[in-house]
């Protein structure tokens, strides 16, 4: 893979990413704390049985739509912002980009806290009141930093500073970042597994943390957090498989890469919320009895997923604003993210309902792209040769479908949430663009380079 932020197809010699190196990309951004948090969450709200019936059924359907529209990457080599030109228009698609970033410095901002919080059980973890720098082990080593990086604000900084760091140098870097922090998120989670399975055995019961509503959600109603955690990755869908060659091969890294560790973590967050009585990673760990280095693990995880967030947003910007510079643009994003983080310490409170908002917007837009790319020009396959007209009129399917979607999806969840909100979103969105594009002609749109 190359810096990463071009505009143009990838041609075919840098065209070098591996399923392995995709799928460790999308497992490392997943492999992270907000995903056992969704688990938690989900446990918490309902039955064991529903919880886990929800749970599978959520990663299939979540994740399959993502890994079909994954095999755009290869077909065009162009990123997804502006693949959803062809459909949706500048305007739109430039709306659509303005969504990613906006919820991309939530997810930043997000995940500095939880690093922050990891950084601050990390000084006085054991409830004892003595800072880290006075124990022994890996926090003790941190001397007299410890009580500096316990202060939220500044455990937010450091970690939004080395996100920066590393996506300056693109794709690769993060490839070669992630070939180590990975497989030390994975062993965290063997040992959380581990630790959570020793406690059952030794008679821990599956008890909920808290009373929870009086009526438990429904499998369905579980179903849309489920997928509303697993569609927040559905805007980068081209942009990191446009570096592969082969559109199974692209399809198997997304979903194998997100199915398998969403699948894992949210058992895990689910469990830890009737057996812990918290759904906050740090707490999970400490209450695990993992030495404190575990920590530290947490927080690593949090800058590989905080690697996709900026990347992506640079692309994003770098998608309408061609002329931004590359690297400058990376900073800007992350530095904005960072300071939401500092300035806004009540962000993983606001957990539930920022799921609920990405299902609103992005179920709608997965739905458009699946009927425009796979069925309208389910037989083209480059990236210049459709054309015809670029008038207004031709993109209106797609903000109608995307509204119809989008009202569909929060009438449901206001009126009747136990009926779940997913599949009449999907299929409101997908009917109405596949009936209205005809009488436009939006399916002729052509895919251009920048």
């Not at 497992?27 to 989900?42: E, K």
């Not at 996506?167 to 994975?186: E, Q, S, T």
């Not at 997908?430 to 594009?437: H, R």
Request: aromatic share 6%; proline share 5%; no cysteine.
């Amino acid at each position: 893979m190359s810096a990463g932020l071009e505009l143009t197809s990838i041609p075919s010699h840098q065209r070098t990413a591996s399923t392995l190196d995709v799928a460790l990309l999308f497992a490392g951004a997943n492999v992270v704390s907000s995903t056992l948090i969704t688990g938690a969450t989900l446990g918490a709200a309902t039955t064991l049985d529903r919880a886990l019936a929800a749970l599978l059924l959520g990663l299939v359907v979540g994740t399959l739509p993502l890994a079909v529209l994954a095999r755009t990457g290869p077909r065009y080599g162009l990123p997804s912002m502006l693949l959803l030109r062809v459909p949706f228009g500048r305007l739109g698609a430039a709306t659509v980009s303005a969504l990613l970033v906006v919820t991309n410095f939530a997810w930043i901002g997000l995940n500095n806290q939880v690093a922050a919080g990891a950084f601050a059980a990390l000084v006085d973890g054991d409830g004892s009141g003595v800072a880290s720098s006075d124990r022994p082990g890996p926090e003790g080593a941190l001397g007299g930093l410890a009580p500096i990086l316990a202060d939220p604000t500044v455990g937010s900084v450091v970690v939004g500073a080395a996100a920066i760091a590393v996506a300056l140098f693109g794709p690769a870097a993060m490839a070669r970042f992630d070939r180590v922090a990975v497989p030390l998120m994975v062993l965290l989670g063997v040992a959380l597994t581990v630790a959570l399975v020793r406690g059952l055995g030794d008679g821990a019961p599956l008890v909920q943390q808290s009373p929870g509503p009086a009526r438990p959600l429904g499998v369905l109603a579980g179903l849309d957090l489920v997928i509303g955690y697993q569609v927040s990755w559905s805007l980068m869908f081209a942009d990191y498989t446009r570096y592969q060659r082969s559109e199974a091969a692209a399809s198997r890294a997304v979903f194998f890469g997100l199915t398998l560790t969403s699948g894992w973590l949210m058992t895990l967050g689910l469990i830890a919320a009737r057996t812990v009585g918290s759904n906050d990673p740090a707490q999970l760990v400490l209450a695990s009895g993992l030495p404190a280095a575990a920590l530290l693990v947490l927080a690593l995880a949090t800058v590989t997923t905080n690697f996709v967030n900026l990347y992506l947003s640079a692309l994003a910007i770098r998608t309408q604003a061609a002329a931004a510079p590359h690297r400058a643009t990376i900073v800007v994003v992350g530095l904005v993210g960072t300071a939401l983080s500092a300035a806004d310490q009540r962000l993983l409170d606001r957990y539930a309902a920022f799921m609920g908002l990405l299902a609103t917007l992005l179920l709608p837009i997965v739905a458009i792209a699946l009927v425009h790319f796979f069925w309208l020009r389910r037989g083209d396959r480059d990236a210049g040769s459709a054309t015809s007209s670029t008038t207004a009129v031709s993109f209106l399917p797609a903000w109608i479908a995307w509204a119809a979607g989008a009202a569909t999806y929060q009438a449901i969840a206001r009126l009747a949430p136990a009926v779940g909100a997913t599949g009449a979103t999907l299929v409101v969105a997908a009917l109405v663009y596949l009936g209205a594009s005809p009488l436009a002609g939006a399916g002729r749109g052509p895919v251009r380079e920048a």
